[in-house]
């Protein structure tokens, strides 16, 4: 079972420019959950869905957008990015919202110019 | 709010000492407490959790014991290796409020 993946691996972006990070799970699970981790700062969420064709905005939302239009995948979408997104991108998914364990995909790097 | 709080590093040990990572949490209701664990590159990963208080969680030679009186979750290693180092993020989810709360982080060296 592959669990979650996550793509692209790493990327270099020019600022003001658009892209969207993959997450794919094959676990069935309803809740999944996008996080960005920087240096001090710990993980913060981005955006949420407690199930197919829900979202919802976390901690950090500015700047991005996601849907969920299927169990499996859970896209994020940077319209216009900048600097400030350089980060780590974390993809997340649990059987049910609240209260279980949660399982991460091995991330993606993204550095913007 | 709901918050935790875990001691910042980082903690550097020689192999095979004794290692406690602080963790104490302010939450209402009763939170499931977590330690998760991210090694070099990948993703965290589940280490161990405990739901009520009193219960322990215990894996891969760590043990954590859920205190609702001292309001803490004290990850605790008896001899540590090489391999153990990465940075350890303690977490709650409250009943209350279904998203995970984490801390930010502690990152452990583990020297030969």
């Known amino acids: 079972t592959a669990g979650i993946t996550q793509a692209p691996t790493s990327q270099i972006l020019a600022a003001g420019r658009s892209m969207t990070l993959r997450c794919t799970q094959d676990?069935?699970?309803?809740?999944m959950y996008w996080y960005r981790q920087d240096l001090g700062l710990g993980l913060r969420l981005i955006h949420y869905?407690?199930?197919?064709?829900?979202?919802g905005k976390g901690e950090v939302p500015d700047g991005y957008s996601v849907s969920r239009a299927n169990t499996d995948d859970f896209p994020l979408t940077l319209a216009s990015a900048v600097p400030s997104q350089t980060s780590v991108y974390f993809c997340?998914?649990?059987?049910?919202?609240?209260?279980?364990?949660?399982?991460f995909g091995p991330g993606t790097r993204l550095l913007v110019l | 709010g709901n918050s935790v709080t875990q001691m910042e590093g980082p903690v550097t040990l020689s192999e095979e000492a004794f290692l406690t990572i602080n963790c104490t949490y302010t939450a209402t209701g009763y939170p499931s407490l977590f330690w998760y664990v991210q090694y070099p590159g990948e993703g965290l990963q589940l280490l161990l959790k405990?739901?009520?208080?009193?219960d322990k969680g215990s894996n891969k030679g760590f043990e954590a014991t859920y205190r609702k009186e001292t309001t803490s979750f004290h990850l605790e290693k008896g001899s540590v290796q090489v391999s153990d180092s990465a940075v350890y993020f303690c977490a709650l989810i409250s009943g209350r409020d279904d998203k995970i709360i984490f801390g930010k982080g502690t990152r452990l060296h583990i020297l030969p």
């Open positions: 405990a739901t009520k208080a009193d």
């Open positions: 997340a998914s649990s059987e049910l919202a609240g209260g279980g364990t949660q399982y």
């Open positions: 869905s407690n199930t197919a064709g829900t979202t």
């Open positions: 676990m069935r699970h309803n809740a």
